[in-house]
């Protein structure tokens, strides 16, 4: 199963408009975040997690021409405002996109997106096929199973997802016993690390390192960063020798 971080930003993005800041001035492209989604890729499977402002270059960059789904963690617009932006894959495949994700987030795509819904359509429309999934049931794309993960985004429950020995959590301040349970044995965690000073809704990188060594992962990677976090660089002289900063266009082989 190959990974690949298409974006490790926060709902910003690295750098910031009109920000001075050095990260946001920095000329190392690993200081250049996009808006936080991965991409999935095994044997004749591939899926997106989250489809944010930034999907469209996403796509581009990663040279993606096939996909099978889009999960989405929440509803947040830095998750999800790139769903126009499907209609390629329309034309590509002739079918409608599968998204996945709660009841509670489908719900919202239908009023943002309330276009593609319509009785009455017109030609170059997004079409969306709506899965619902939940917290308690795995589910399936081709050859890529998903265990849900329950996290909290401050008051938000959100998912994070589980496939093989690699987990994805994005968007976080609280992880409950359940989730830990089926965190057990990865070998690779990916996780939300907003900045150095604790937010009300996100992890800091402090609260991150401790989730991955809470949860024994061989390996772990941040994401979801903000310029306010530091440099790539220097993230790497401060962290543990098993976690580092994930960058965009980062790939990594799991099983």
Do not use: W
Not at 12 to 40: A, E, F, W, Y
Not at 162 to 180: H, K
Request: charged fraction near 25%; glycine fraction near 6%.
């Amino acid at each position: 199963m190959k990974i690949t971080l298409l974006g490790t930003g926060t709902s910003q993005g690295v750098p910031v408009i009109g920000c001075n800041c050095n990260v946001c001035k920095s000329s190392d492209t690993r200081d250049r975040r996009l808006r936080s989604s991965i991409l999935i890729e095994h044997k004749n499977t591939t899926v997106v997690i989250d489809a944010g402002p930034d999907f469209r270059y996403q796509m581009l960059r990663a040279g993606v021409t096939k996909l099978d789904g889009i999960v989405l963690t929440h509803e947040h617009r830095d998750h999800t405002a790139g769903l126009d932006d499907i209609r390629p894959f329309n034309k590509i495949s002739n079918k409608p996109v599968d998204v996945y994700a709660e009841k509670r987030v489908l719900n919202k795509i239908k009023t943002d997106l309330d276009y593609a819904f319509k009785d009455s359509q017109y030609p170059g429309l997004p079409s969306i096929n709506l899965n619902v999934i939940n917290d308690n049931s795995e589910f399936r794309i081709g050859d890529i199973s998903f265990i849900p993960l329950r996290v909290m985004h401050h008051r938000l429950p959100v998912l994070g997802f589980r496939t093989g020995n690699f987990a994805y959590i994005t968007d976080v301040s609280f992880i409950p016993d359940d989730t830990f349970l089926k965190l057990n044995n990865i070998d690779l965690l990916v996780i939300d690390a907003l900045r150095i000073q604790p937010h009300i809704s996100h992890f800091n990188l402090n609260e991150a390192v401790e989730i991955i060594i809470k949860t024994k992962a061989k390996s772990g990677l941040l994401t979801h960063m903000s310029h306010q976090i530091g440099k790539h660089k220097d993230l790497m002289t401060i962290l543990p020798g098993n976690i580092s900063p994930g960058y965009d266009g980062m790939t990594i082989l799991c099983k």
